[in-house]
C-alpha cells in the first residue's frame, strides 16, 4: 500500500510539474528572455550570451547571406570600442507549438559608428526550439524593411 500511495504522488507530482511548465505564456516569456539575450548580447559584445541563446546550429539569414553565431561574432568583433547600437522591436507576435516557437517582428536599430550615427529597420522571423528543457534561437531570418508609408 505504501508503495502504491508514493507511486501516485510520484505520478501527481510530474503530471503537475510537466503541467505548470506547459503553460504557453510562460514558455513565451522564457523564448522572449532568450531573444533579448542574444540582442543584448550583441549591443554588450558579449558573445558568450549571443552562444548560449543558441542551438549548436543556429543560421541568420540576412539579406541574401548565411551566418552561424560565430560568423556574427567575427563581424562585431572589429567594431568594439568603435560603435554602439540599441535595438526597439515593434509588431512582435508569439507562438507557440509543443517545443517550437517562432516570433515576428519589426526590428528598428539606432547604431553610432566612429561617431556618426545609423538607423537600420528589418523585418525578422526567429524560430525556437527547446532542447533538454531550455529554450533556445535556432533561426533567424532578417531582411531589410522597406520604408512604411506614413515615413
Not at 15 to 32: F, G, H, M, R, Y
Not at 62 to 71: I, K, Q, S
Request: proline share 3%; glycine share 4%; charged share 25%.
Amino acid at each position: 500500500m505504501k508503495k502504491i500511495l508514493i507511486g501516485l504522488f510520484v505520478i501527481i507530482f510530474v503530471v503537475c510539474s510537466s503541467l505548470s511548465s506547459a503553460n504557453p505564456q510562460i514558455e513565451l516569456a522564457k523564448v522572449e528572455k532568450v531573444f533579448q539575450s542574444y540582442f543584448d548580447g550583441i549591443k554588450k559584445y558579449d558573445y558568450q550570451a549571443m552562444r548560449q541563446a543558441c542551438t549548436s546550429d543556429y543560421l541568420l539569414f540576412e539579406d541574401g547571406v548565411v551566418w552561424t553565431v560565430e560568423d556574427h561574432i567575427k563581424f562585431l568583433k572589429p567594431l568594439e570600442g568603435k560603435a554602439s547600437i540599441t535595438y526597439t522591436f515593434i509588431d512582435v507576435k508569439k507562438h507557440i507549438e509543443g517545443s517550437v516557437a517562432w516570433m515576428t517582428h519589426r526590428n528598428i536599430a539606432e547604431a553610432v559608428f566612429d561617431g556618426k550615427p545609423a538607423h537600420f529597420e528589418w523585418i525578422e522571423s526567429a524560430i525556437f526550439k527547446r532542447e533538454n528543457g531550455v529554450w533556445k534561437m535556432a533561426l533567424l531570418h532578417s531582411t531589410t524593411a522597406k520604408p512604411t508609408q506614413n515615413q
